[in-house]
Nanobody, 124 residues
Framework: VQLQASGGGLVQAGGSLRLSCAASGRTFSSLLVGWFRRAPGKEREFVAAITWSGDSTYYTDSIKGRFTISRDDAKNTVYLQMNSLKPDDTAVYYC??????????????????WGQGTQVTVSS
């Protein structure tokens, strides 16, 4: 599975961005896909994940109500809609995938496939 993340950029606080994670390779609809981020000087952290059916979504507390993860299997793409962005959201955002559900979806070591990352910068 190859993952390509895109959609990052520079935005003012309160603004919005939509990140995309395009997958290629085997059947995308079987993947659990997650978004992680790494802020300067910090460890990579879980942001959100979505199951292959799209029935279940998971979010870290700091972004609940502001970010929405969704998927379009016809386009082999997972999206992360980010609204009400804050300077603390500044980070490199990575999408990741695994073939089956994991109860530890929030751990980066659970995901064997990773995209290259896209920079999100939120100015105050």
């Amino acid at each position: 599975v190859q993952l390509q993340a895109s959609g990052g950029g520079l935005v003012q606080a309160g603004g919005s961005l939509r990140l995309s994670c395009a997958a290629s390779g085997r059947t995308f609809s079987s993947l659990l896909v997650g978004w992680f981020r790494r802020a300067p000087g910090k460890e990579r952290e879980f942001v959100a994940a979505i199951t292959w059916s799209g029935d279940s979504t998971y979010y870290t507390d700091s972004i609940k109500g502001r970010f929405t993860i969704s998927r379009d299997d016809a386009k082999n793409t997972v999206y992360l809609q980010m609204n009400s962005l804050k300077p603390d959201d500044t980070a490199v955002y990575y999408c990741a995938a695994r073939w089956s559900h994991s109860s530890k979806y929030y751990l980066d070591r659970e995901y064997p496939y990773w995209g290259q990352g896209t920079q999100v910068t939120v100015s105050s």
